[in-house]
């Protein structure tokens, strides 16, 4: 069973444009949502998180955005650049708190 | 800032091998994890650690895998006769508390051959 689902597999985005990654989740408990960037032969690195009671949270040019009733949130990249090129992973936290649960992960190509 | 060290980078090892992989988490940090991610697929949690006990452990995390905090520093993942399926790269991670996120090591890249 896949806890949270994660749309797009690939995105291609122009510099200067807006990018836009969705999660999905099923399990109410779930009580801390982070998003993670990867580099190649890297691990992920948190980006940013939100908890269940904000509905949007903002850092520079990330937002997270949060719809408790549809289960779902999504990570907002404003004004893309190529250095952003990378692969983002949802996250979700278990209800015990001991373990997160990963998205499939989205690449994210910025185009210069 | 302060990281989580893990090595080696990459391990090579014949199958039915044993293979230790060794992660110094941040040190004033509590909580210990270990993930592993194969190839090109989503990040899975093995074990969480805490206090010098396992917390939380995954269906993958099965009697062929062992975890231990040797010392004040290191946290190892042992896997005790590995298998081809076992390849991956493994993560280390910790967090100071339990509501806090984690801080990733740049991971083990397991092959076994």
């Known amino acids: 069973q896949q806890q949270v689902k994660q749309s797009p597999q690939s995105l291609i985005v122009q510099k200067g444009g807006i990018s836009i990654i969705n999660c999905a989740y099923e399990?109410?408990?779930?009580?801390?949502f982070p998003w993670y960037q990867q580099f190649p032969g890297k691990g992920p690195a948190l980006l940013i998180a939100?908890?269940?009671?904000?509905s949007e949270k903002k850092e520079g040019r990330f937002t997270i955005s949060f719809n408790k009733s549809a289960k779902q949130f999504s990570l907002h990249i404003m004004d893309s650049q190529p250095g952003d090129s990378a692969t983002y992973f949802c996250?979700?936290?278990?209800?015990?708190?001991?373990?997160?649960?990963f998205g499939t992960g989205t690449s994210l190509t910025v185009i210069p | 800032e302060p990281e989580v060290t893990q090595t080696p980078s990459h391990q090579v090892t014949q199958m039915g091998q044993e293979v230790i992989l060794r992660c110094v988490p941040i040190?004033?940090?509590?909580?210990f994890y270990w993930y592993r991610q194969i190839l090109g697929q989503k990040v899975e949690f093995l074990v969480s650690f805490y206090n010098n006990e396992i917390s939380e452990k995954s269906e993958i995390f099965d009697d062929q895998f062992s975890v231990e905090r040797p010392d004040g520093s290191n946290f190892t993942l042992k896997i005790r006769s590995t298998k081809l399926e076992d390849s991956a790269m493994y993560f280390c991670?910790?967090?100071?508390?339990?509501?806090?996120?984690?801080?990733f090591g740049s991971g083990t890249r397991l092959t076994v051959v």
């Open positions: 991670a910790s967090s100071p508390a339990m509501n806090y996120g984690y801080t």
């Open positions: 996250a979700a936290r278990g209800a015990t708190g001991n373990q997160f649960y």
């Open positions: 399990n109410t408990a779930f009580d801390y």
């Open positions: 040190s004033n940090h509590l909580y």
């Open positions: 939100i908890r269940p009671d904000v």
